[in-house]
């Protein structure tokens, strides 16, 4: 960040804490027991996951630089629980179908078939867009954050075909508590709020000439959209899922991306 701006936003924080505690009169016990308190959950590793919870969806409604064109597909929190590296799945499995996320072979829940385009907000296709996408698995846990899954299970990287379609083969996710670490927890508490996050799909996209885009897709009918956690689910971003003929379930959605600004 240049210094100008760092300097604009620190200004900005130091004076609205400030003004918070002229207002509420906070005392000097108070004010001990707060740096103890924030000094506690970093001591816990617990601070990514009370920030992410607090403020990351405050950062993505604020948007960044403005990149987003009109009729694009809204931006949604990344969340802590993102992994660089997943396995890259290339596009169609040998048959023709949906390419699966890699996953156990007993892998519990019900199956689910992910299908959608990339498109341009000018309207055409976008070959070859890379969607990363990761998941819960059915009891709502996060490999490579919860002990005793595969290192990549239900994540991976899938390539959208010449006609920006792609077709993914996973199980439906479960709405979850995100992690009961005792200070989130504690904030939440007074926030009004509990620990869960309605069901979703974590997915980012990149392709050549458009903006990244890092966003989430939602599941209608899910007990929990409107009492998210962190407050990230936006109407756009649900979809529909369905019984499949037969087995499981389908559901699609259509990504817009913005053109590289
Ligand atoms: C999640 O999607 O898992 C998440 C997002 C933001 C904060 C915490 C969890
Ligand atoms: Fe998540």
Redesign the pocket.
Known sequence: MEDGRAELIVRDIVDSLREVIRRHGVTYPEYRRAVGFVMAAAERGELPLLCDVVLETAVDEAGGPGLRVPGATDSNVE?P?FAAGAPDLGGRADDGGPVALPMRPDEPGDRLVFSGTVRSAAGGAVPGAVLDLWQ?DAAGAYSRFAPGLPEWNLRGRVTAGADGAFAVRTVVPAPYDIPNEPHTARILELLGLGLH?PA?L?VRLEADGFEPLTTQVYFAGDPWLDQDCVGACRPSLVTKIEAANGDGYTCRFDFVLSPAG
């Open positions: 969340g629980f819960a996050r979703h974590h």
